[in-house]
């Protein structure tokens, strides 16, 4: 079974702090993702890579920043957290394969708190 | 703009009874679509999908109609059951766009009642 594991499941910072979030997959999937969820917004695509050091801007990038270094890692930033970052953060992973994207998985996601 | 929309944030539904959770698009470059569910304080699962060139997809209880022309898709729950209960996310996709980011809808609750 793949396995997409984040690195704590409930964080809490204080405003202006650096925030690392990590997210780990065991099954070689060459694509990764970084969305946000919050109550009647769904979820919101903030980063994705596709390959190693490789990395794309999705549809609310700003006040982010991400680093893959390793095909299994990849890191969301928030250089300096503010309170409208609090939210539920999910990583998620998928094959590239041919024909296009397929099922993402996710993880269990982490709580963030910004105060 | 919202791409992709579920217009119910809840449904409720008698168990056993069938659950149909709708979902409508407007990017007619969206060609792959895709169900997920998810409970409380998990990631979202994974559960079925759809290309464009299809109309209909089917896997146990689960059927996903889609129709093109209406820019509308739908999940069917047959019958529903009590582990049923959680939020639906439709997801969309743009295969040739280039992109493997989904564009996810803001979710509908469903609700199954004994």
């Known amino acids: 079974d793949v396995k997409v594991t984040q690195s704590s499941r409930y964080l809490v910072k204080r405003t202006g702090e650096k925030v690392f979030l990590e997210c780990v997959q065991d099954m070689d999937h060459e694509n990764m993702f970084w969305y946000r969820q919050d109550p009647g917004l769904g979820l919101r695509l903030i980063y994705f890579?596709?390959?190693?050091?490789?990395?794309e801007k999705g549809d609310i990038p700003e006040g982010y920043s991400v680093s893959r270094e390793k095909k299994e890692r990849f890191s969301l930033i928030l250089e300096s957290a503010s309170t409208n970052q609090t939210s539920m953060y999910l990583c998620?992973?998928?094959?590239?394969?041919?024909?296009?994207?397929?099922?993402?998985?996710f993880g269990p996601g982490t709580r963030l708190t910004v105060l | 703009d919202q791409q992709v929309k579920q217009n119910s944030p809840s449904l409720s539904v008698q168990e056993g009874r069938i659950s149909i959770l709708n979902c409508d698009y407007t990017n007619s470059m969206f060609d792959y679509f895709l169900w997920y569910k998810k409970y409380p304080a998990e990631g979202p699962t994974f559960l079925i999908s759809i290309s464009s060139i299809k109309d209909k997809n089917e896997d146990g209880r689960f059927t996903v109609f889609l129709n093109k022309s209406a820019k509308h898709l739908s999940l069917h729950i047959v019958p529903s059951q009590p582990g049923d209960s959680a939020v639906y996310f439709c997801a969309a996709s743009d295969r040739g766009g280039g992109a493997d980011g989904l564009t996810f809808g803001k979710g509908t609750h469903l609700i199954i009642q004994p």
């Open positions: 890579s596709y390959d190693v050091k490789m990395k």
């Open positions: 998620a992973s998928s094959p590239r394969l041919a024909g296009g994207p397929e099922e993402q998985f």
